[in-house]
């Protein structure tokens, strides 16, 4: 069983920045490739980004690539997703999410554990 809790999420205009946390407990999260996911009201959840066990191979959707950084710390078991330029259409919940797989994945399919999410809200 592997136990995500988001953080770090709130309320900023647009142009700032937010840095969200995942703190990850549970079974070793070494080898599973993590994604963070939004869902906007009304909307479905959507991809943002994703990392492979190592860090090696870190893919982003377009809509975020360039303005967001997608980073984990392995001793302390916590991702971390850097968001810079943020945008009113940027504001969702936010959530991250773990596969059992070692192979990066876009696909909410994919993934088998998800944190209970927390909310951005960029102003315009």
């Known amino acids: 069983q592997v136990r995500l809790a988001e953080s770090g999420g709130g309320l900023v205009q647009a142009g700032g920045s937010l840095r969200l946390s995942c703190e990850v407990s549970?079974?070793?999260?070494?080898?599973?490739?993590m994604g963070w996911f939004r869902q906007a009201p009304g909307k479905e959840r959507e991809f943002v980004a994703v990392s492979n066990w190592n860090g090696g191979n870190t893919y982003y959707a377009d809509s975020v690539k360039g303005r967001f950084t997608f980073s984990k710390d392995d001793a302390k078991n916590t991702l971390y997703l850097q968001m810079n330029s943020l945008q009113p259409e940027d504001t969702a919940v936010y959530y991250c999410?773990?596969?059992?797989?070692?192979?990066?994945?876009?696909?909410?399919?994919?993934?088998?554990?998800w944190g209970q999410g927390t909310q951005v809200t960029v102003s315009s």
């Open positions: 549970g079974r070793t999260i070494n080898r599973n490739s």
């Open positions: 999410a773990s596969t059992l797989s070692s192979i990066p994945d876009s696909d909410r399919a994919r993934y088998s554990y």
